[in-house]
């Protein structure tokens, strides 16, 4: 094996950086661009068929690393929690379905009229305390991500790492653990001695990296820019990771409107040849 080809073992495409490409299109031009993992969106798969989409991959040869994404936890309404509980429930069996451990959770922004981000963050807490037995027992593993603060107010009132473990430490660290998202905390000072704490808990599920391009686009949350087109070091958060004893997979996770107007199998194959270049 080549030393590109083993680096490239480690890689894993996530579905919404070639959100254009159909499931089987996705597993052809991993396997062209000999990448063998992948992490997957819940739409997508239940269109396709949970089931269905797990042989799809196992028979290409293909790990699936994650799915996305579970969580928005934080209404205060009863009847709003509950349908959150249900819809996060159904999520783990969908993970257990196509075959992977690892729920990515996007914990929730404020209810409208909230400012109490504490509150918000206790019920994220409450609702973990229901899930993660759950999904302990279908062997699938809850991974908060935190979210660049721009976000907290409508999508995620986690916003560093720090939050996310104070979060997950409650919990067994094989039912909830967090993800270390490089374009989310990238600017962050106590990184590294936050990716040491979670390593050290074994709580690091998942590790994901997209670059921070400036000026932002008009749409931010579909912001996010190929490896190596931004302020991003990849090299040295993939150092403090592996520090830990982490060796799983490296998950590229782009929302960038110019890649999804492009071939999809050309820009899976770029990401490969990115990921070589700026991350190994």
Same mark, same amino acid.
């Given at each position: 094996?080549? &030393?590109?080809? +083993?680096?490239?073992?480690?890689?894993?495409?996530?579905?919404?950086?070639?959100?254009? %490409? +159909?499931?089987?299109?996705?597993?052809?031009?991993?396997? =062209?661009?000999?990448?063998?993992?992948?992490?997957?969106?819940?739409?997508?798969?239940?269109?396709?068929?949970?089931?269905?989409?797990?042989?799809?991959?196992?028979?290409?040869?293909?790990?699936?690393?994650? %799915?996305?994404?579970?969580?928005?936890?934080?209404?205060?309404?009863?009847?709003?929690?509950?349908?959150?509980?249900?819809?996060?429930?159904?999520?783990?069996?969908? =993970?257990?379905?196509?075959?992977?451990?690892?729920?990515?959770?996007?914990?929730?922004?404020?209810?409208?009229?909230?400012?109490?981000?504490?509150?918000?963050?206790?019920? @994220?807490?409450?609702? %973990? =305390?229901?899930?993660?037995?759950?999904?302990?027992?279908?062997?699938?593993?809850?991974?908060?991500?935190?979210?660049?603060?721009?976000? &907290? +107010?409508?999508?995620?009132?986690?916003?560093?790492?720090?939050?996310?473990?104070?979060?997950?430490?409650?919990?067994?660290?094989?039912?909830?653990?967090?993800?270390?998202? &490089?374009?989310?905390?990238?600017?962050?000072?106590?990184?590294?001695?936050?990716?040491?704490?979670?390593? &050290?808990?074994?709580?690091?599920? +998942?590790?994901?990296?997209?670059?921070?391009?400036?000026?932002?686009?008009?749409?931010?949350?579909?912001?996010?820019?190929? %490896?190596?087109?931004?302020?991003?070091?990849?090299?040295?958060?993939?150092?403090?990771?592996?520090?830990?004893?982490?060796?799983?997979? @490296?998950?590229?996770?782009?929302?960038?409107?110019?890649?999804?107007?492009?071939?999809? =199998?050309?820009?899976?194959?770029?990401?490969?040849?990115?990921?070589?270049?700026?991350?190994?």
């Amino acid at each position: 094996m080549s &030393a590109g080809l +083993s680096e490239l073992s480690r890689l894993s495409i996530n579905q919404e950086t070639v959100r254009q %490409l +159909s499931l089987p299109e996705l597993a052809e031009s991993c396997a =062209a661009a000999g990448v063998g993992q992948v992490g997957l969106w819940r739409a997508p798969v239940q269109e396709y068929g949970i089931e269905r989409a797990g042989t799809l991959m196992k028979d290409a040869g293909l790990t699936v690393t994650s %799915l996305c994404r579970g969580g928005f936890l934080t209404a205060a309404d009863p009847a709003e929690r509950a349908r959150a509980l249900d819809d996060n429930r159904a999520a783990v069996d969908e =993970a257990a379905g196509v075959g992977t451990d690892t729920l990515v959770l996007v914990s929730g922004g404020l209810p409208a009229g909230d400012k109490d981000l504490y509150g918000a963050r206790e019920r @994220i807490a409450e609702a %973990l =305390a229901e899930l993660a037995p759950y999904a302990g027992e279908r062997g699938v593993r809850l991974a908060i991500e935190p979210l660049h603060p721009m976000f &907290a +107010s409508d999508r995620c009132v986690v916003s560093t790492l720090a939050q996310a473990l104070d979060l997950a430490e409650r919990f067994p660290a094989e039912q909830v653990g967090v993800v270390v998202d &490089a374009y989310h905390i990238w600017w962050d000072d106590q990184v590294p001695a936050q990716i040491a704490r979670a390593g &050290a808990g074994g709580r690091i599920h +998942s590790f994901q990296l997209a670059d921070w391009i400036t000026p932002l686009p008009a749409g931010v949350l579909v912001g996010r820019g190929q %490896l190596g087109d931004g302020s991003v070091d990849f090299r040295s958060m993939r150092r403090h990771v592996e520090a830990t004893g982490f060796d799983g997979p @490296i998950e590229v996770e782009i929302f960038n409107e110019d890649l999804w107007a492009r071939d999809g =199998a050309e820009v899976v194959a770029e990401v490969a040849a990115r990921y070589l270049e700026h991350a190994c």
